[in-house]
Structures are given as C-alpha cells and as structure tokens.
C-alpha cells in the first residue's frame, strides 16, 4: 500500500517535472492557466504556506540569490527609463523558476523520500525519454504532429518565421525549434554519465539525440560534449558503447532519417548540418561553416557609445534594431541590453557557481556545466529566456546539496 501511493506521488512528480522543463503551451489552457505557470503558481501558493521553506534555501544559496537578485533588480530599473515589457516578464519568471519553482521541485522529491541524487538524475531520464518518444511518434504519424501544432500546442515564436516549423517542430512542448532541442541534447549527454547505473537508458538515447537533432541541431553539439566526457570520466566500457554508436550512426545518418518518415525538407536542413561539421573538421576552422561566419560575423553587434557600454540600449537585438542588424548571439544580446554591468553581474554568477562546483568536488559537472553554457549563449541568450538554464541550475542544487542527509532531514521537517 505505502509502496503503490509513493509510486503514484512519483508519477505526479515526473509530470509536474515534465510541465516545468517544456512547459507545452496548449491552445485552450493559455496564458493564466498554462501548464507552465500553473506549476510556477502553485510553487508559489506552496512557499507562502511554508515561508520557512523559502529562507532555508536562500541561507543555503544566498551568494547565487545575490547575484541574480541584482541582475532583476538591475531590469527592473532599466525598464523604468526604457520599458520593455517582455524582457522584463521573461527575467521575472526566469528568477521565480530559480528561487521558488525549482527548490519546490526539490522539496516535493525530498518529502516523498525520492530525494537521493540517483532518483532525481533518473527522474530527469525518465521525462527527456517520454518527450523523445512523443517526437519519435510525431515523426512517425505526421497525421499526429500536424494535429498537435494546429490543434493543441502554439508553436508561434516571435520573430520566427512560421515556415520552419513546417520542417522543425516535432513533438509536444514549448519552443520546439529552440529550448527543446537544447533541453534534450543536454539530457542526453547527462545520461551519458550515468549509464552505469541506468542501463536502460542506452537504449532510449538515440531517440532523445533524435529528438534534439529534428527540432534544434545545436542540441546534438550538447550530445557531443556529455560524450567526450563521459569519455574522460566514465567506465571505459560504458565510454565506447557511446562511442561504437556514434560511429554507427553517423555515416549511415541519412538512411536512417529517411527511414523514419522525415520530409525532403528536413532531411536537407539536417544534412546541411553534417556538411558544415565536416568542413569545419577538415579545414579545422569554424569560418568553413556559414553559420558560424553568421554568428560571429554579421550578427556581431556591438553598443555605441560610452553610455550603451556601461548599461546598455535597454532592449534585446534579436529583432534589430534602428539603424543595427539583429542578432541570436547571447553576449552580443545580453552586453547591448544592459551593458557592461548586466555583463558583470550575470557572467559573475555564473563564474561563482563554477568555482562552487569545483569546491564541493564536481569537476566533471563543471566542466558539463561550462561546456552547454559557452555553446548555448553562443547560439542564443541562455538566460532570462529559457527553462534550460533552470534545468542546469536545478543539477547544480542537487550537487551542491547530495549528501547533505542533515539538509535533508531538516527540509522535510519544515514541511510538517
């Protein structure tokens, strides 16, 4: 009896899990009553009722709280001299995931005993698999993708134009053809390191890659990066299965895709990808790829002025603006929004919670950590405008905190 209601508990956390890091904005559930905001609400509903919850965590992170604190308050100010509605929203949430949405994920593992770094790594496994098998199915049945974006999910994103989302976008979750892939990849190259104890996992890892390749290519160098040091770190036997699949799969990647059911117009715009890879591999300059030369070329738009470098223009570029080309380059993005200080209080975080992982002696996750950062910021701003950062930062507590059982016990104390 106490087993099947810690299994049910279970499953309501691993779709609430499911809800916080894909957040499927769904047609007759938007805006107020999106799943993604209701986790955000009742997050929030749980921490006024336990108000002590909240301090605990912030005691024990108060130096990550600072940082990002400051970096609010530093938007909100901005947005009085120059408003900026959305970008302000997006940091808002962006800081209610990572102070109340997050450490309720973590107290709601913890007071239903599934609290142990093992479970919370497999519960990130499990949610990746489920999302890769919804897309692998999407790519399937196109009848069931095609009813999924024009009946139940908006797929619109600003500023993207709609017909990508005719050869991207499989799968039931917010901003396919961007935060999911990054997400998946990131998931897959987690599990990487953890093959050992979730064997299981082997198996499901090409569809989560396949996943992460359909809707954002950039998720598969995230891939590559959780393979190289699981190469390092891991078993030598777990680090070759990886690596014998890799070199399965790479040369045979087009029959395989054709295989599946994907459109003439997905097949070219992922084996564009591997051609770019190629040449950048066999000239061993990242100017052979066209969108590197994009990234770090025309997008690479600086601020004017002496004012703009200390604070900013007070808006996102990835629009454009007047006079200026836009640009998907996070630290382009983040240095003209807020310039300078934004600049310092943002990379200053992150700096700090690199330097914590290697004082509490998490090199390997560190390294992880930093790698997804530097590739995802390039590509695009990591941070307010995505759940991936809070999915990383979700990690980094739990390895800040595994083994913690004093923590732990208190925490659940605190709850009663």
Not at 72 to 85: H, S
Request: with cysteine.
């Amino acid at each position: 009896m106490i087993m099947a209601y810690k299994k049910r508990r279970y499953y309501l956390y691993l779709i609430i899990l499911y809800l916080f890091i894909y957040s499927p904005d769904i047609f007759f559930l938007r805006g107020f009553l999106n799943p993604g905001n209701l986790v955000l609400y009742s997050s929030f509903v749980y921490f006024l009722i336990h108000p002590k919850i909240f301090k605990h965590h912030i005691h024990n992170f108060k130096r990550e709280f600072f940082f990002f604190s400051a970096i609010l308050a530093f938007v909100l100010m901005r947005n009085l001299g120059e408003p900026n509605y959305p970008f302000t929203m997006q940091s808002i949430l962006a800081f209610m995931k990572l102070f109340v949405v997050v450490p309720f994920l973590m107290f709601y593992a913890w007071k239903n005993k599934f609290y142990s770094e093992a479970e919370l790594i497999k519960s990130f496994l499990l949610v990746g698999t489920v999302a890769s098998i919804i897309t692998t199915i999407c790519i399937i049945f196109p009848q069931i993708n095609s009813y999924l974006k024009d009946q139940v999910i908006q797929l619109e994103i600003v500023g993207v134009d709609s017909a990508i989302m005719e050869y991207r976008g499989f799968g039931f979750a917010n901003s396919l053809s961007s935060h999911y892939g990054y997400v998946q990849g990131f998931i897959a190259g987690l599990g990487c390191f953890y093959l050992k104890d979730n064997k299981w996992f082997l198996f499901f890892i090409p569809f989560v890659i396949l996943s992460a390749l359909v809707n954002a290519r950039t998720g598969v160098i995230v891939v590559f990066v959780g393979i190289l040091l699981s190469v390092i770190t891991t078993k030598k036997s777990y680090a070759i299965a990886i690596i014998l699949f890799a070199l399965i799969l790479l040369p045979n990647l087009e029959a395989i895709l054709s295989s599946i059911g994907l459109s003439e117009e997905t097949l070219v715009w992922l084996l564009g990808f591997q051609d770019e890879i190629e040449a950048v591999a066999q000239s061993g300059s990242l100017g052979s790829s066209s969108t590197a030369e994009t990234l770090f070329g025309e997008m690479a738009v600086l601020p004017d002025g002496i004012s703009q470098w200390l604070i900013g223009r007070g808006y996102d570029i990835f629009h454009g603006g007047i006079g200026i080309n836009n640009s998907d380059v996070g630290w382009y993005r983040q240095l003209n929004y807020g310039g300078l200080v934004y600049i310092s209080l943002f990379y200053g975080a992150v700096l700090y919670i690199l330097l914590n992982l290697l004082r509490h002696h998490h090199f390997t996750y560190m390294m992880y950590f930093l790698c997804v950062f530097l590739v995802l910021n390039t590509k695009s701003s990591i941070y307010p405008l995505y759940t991936i950062f809070s999915v990383m930062m979700f990690l980094y507590y739990i390895y800040i905190l595994g083994g913690s059982e004093g923590y732990f016990r208190k925490v659940v104390k605190l709850t009663k």
